[in-house]
């Protein structure tokens, strides 16, 4: 396959019964979901959508936000989902940031932040296409030979970057994970987490295997239950939040098909691990997924022992701990993690950067802090940018939110550096809580002394009403 649009042809002709889709609107087979995409498709070219062009695709979760996606990849287009929760003035900004021609959207309000707002009935339900002021000919990514994606870095530190995945590397990045994964045409994905954010991998992989997307939009533990039990989910894909509210779910509970469940966004508590598996007779596996390279490392050998890994490398990627001059570290030691192999991706938007341009040595420098142990096991330690340095110790703040977001009535939280006067920084710590009138600060720091180094304690504690998160749910940093 050298086009992503040739995951869907193929998974129709292959499995044309099978069930693509569980949604909102009921089922939908591969035969289906290829018909309605290839009249969309249609469409799209004959109101102007041309080989270069970018297409805003703004809609939620469910069929449409497929066939939207693999409708402007099969015109050769360069799709660019953008969150339906944003605001308007997020959306016009990227629109404009990613030189896009076209807005295709389920809403009307959306579509008018371009012009010449046009409504277009050829699907079951109404969809919407709009031009924006960018002219046909000046392209969205001229420089990127067969750019099928544009996805935006979530900017939790600092300004987003607009990354480029080319047809040829989304392909890459979809074999490389599944020879990890190992799904199947008979795997039913439950689907929790945003499409917009989590799409290159995941749902390019389901569909190129031939796996049903079991669309749950409902975050509650027994929606997910019901959802997994209901239409026989073999592996779920979620975030530390999703896992938590299932291993903490108050009543009894079995999930008898599920096999695999995967936490990805962010690192989870290996306490929430525990009492999942407990619960579940289900171990959770981490996975590290990161735009510019895909889903390249995967802890499903050693999930039960170490929940905190993220774990081992796919095997056709490469990774390595190293020190600033990209000298290579002993095994156990803290360093930087550097990764390279097939599947990454093909450059920036702007100013326009090719992938050559941001290799140091061929590796891809991710910008976390990882350990890896003698047998290849890696184990994130935090973001470069964001340790905080305590009289020479280094301290991430990952760890230390870890523990605090497993004190009771603790919603979520972020760490931050403080300056000091003596040991240049201390921790202090932001919380969002269930309930204000019931928090005790002196009780959070003495859980934080049962739990943590002395000079990794926090030495503020701030209580805020919200803690911000990025669209793919990782915490904003300053």
């Known amino acids: 396959m050298n086009n992503v649009y040739d995951t869907l042809t193929h998974s129709a002709r292959q499995w044309p019964d099978h069930i693509a889709v569980f949604d909102e609107y009921g089922t939908l ?16 070219v004959d109101n102007g959508v041309i080989k270069g062009t970018g297409i805003g695709i703004i809609c939620s979760n469910s069929r449409y936000f497929i066939i939207f996606l693999y409708a402007s990849i099969a015109c050769e287009a360069i799709a660019m989902p953008i969150s339906h929760q944003q605001k308007p003035n997020e959306i016009l900004q990227a629109l404009t940031e990613a030189n896009l ?17 046009l409504e277009l009935n050829e699907l079951p339900k109404e969809y919407f296409l709009s031009r924006t002021p960018r002219p046909l000919t000046e392209l969205t990514a001229s420089f990127i030979p067969n750019a099928a994606f544009i996805r935006f870095t979530s900017g939790t530190t600092g300004k987003a970057k607009g990354v480029i995945i080319s047809h040829q590397s989304a392909i890459e990045r979809v074999t490389g994970a599944n020879e990890a994964l190992q799904l199947t045409n008979k795997d039913r994905v439950v689907w929790v987490l945003p499409m917009a954010y989590h799409f290159v991998v995941s749902i390019v992989l389901y569909i190129k295997c031939g796996a049903g997307i079991i669309i749950n939009n409902n975050f509650l533990a027994e929606s997910i239950i019901e959802s997994i039990n209901k239409f026989k989910g073999t592996f779920l894909y979620a975030a530390p939040m999703h896992i938590k509210l299932l291993a903490t779910y108050n009543k009894e509970a079995e999930l008898r098909t599920l096999t695999k469940v995967i936490s990805t966004t962010t690192g989870i508590n290996p306490e929430i691990c525990n009492d999942f598996q407990n619960k579940y007779n ?38 390595a701990i190293l020190d600033k001059n990209l000298h290579p570290l002993a095994d156990e030691e803290t360093g930087l993690l550097g990764i390279r192999g097939p599947g990454m991706f093909d450059g920036y938007l702007s100013p326009p950067t090719y992938r050559k341009d941001v290799l140091k040595n061929g590796w891809f420098m991710t910008g976390d802090y990882a350990v890896r142990k003698k047998d290849g096991l890696i184990i994130i330690k935090g973001r470069e940018k964001n340790v905080i340095n305590i009289a020479g110790n280094k301290v991430f703040p990952d760890e230390i939110e870890t523990v605090i977001n497993t004190y009771d009535g603790v919603r979520n939280s972020k760490a931050f550096a403080k300056i ?3 040991l240049g920084e201390v921790v202090a710590v932001d919380v969002e809580l269930e309930n204000k009138e019931d928090f005790d600060p002196e009780a959070l720091i003495t ?9 990794k304690i926090p030495q503020f504690v701030i209580v805020v009403d919200e803690i911000p998160l990025t669209g793919s749910g990782k915490t904003k940093r300053v």
Do not use: M, W
């Open 29 to 44: 087979t591969y035969s289906e979901l290829y018909e309605q995409t290839e009249k969309l498709k249609h469409s799209l």
């Open 101 to 117: 021609h076209f807005v295709l959207s389920e809403k009307r309000e959306d579509a008018e932040l371009g012009k010449n707002v």
């Open 282 to 319: 289900i171990p959770v596996s981490q996975a590290y997924g990161i735009i510019e390279i895909g889903l390249p490392i995967i802890n499903l050998k050693r999930s039960e022992e170490f929940p905190e890994a993220v774990g081992y490398s796919v095997p056709s990627c490469e990774v």
């Open 420 to 422: 000091h006067p003596l």
């Open 447 to 455: 859980f934080c002394r049962k739990k943590l180094s002395s000079f």
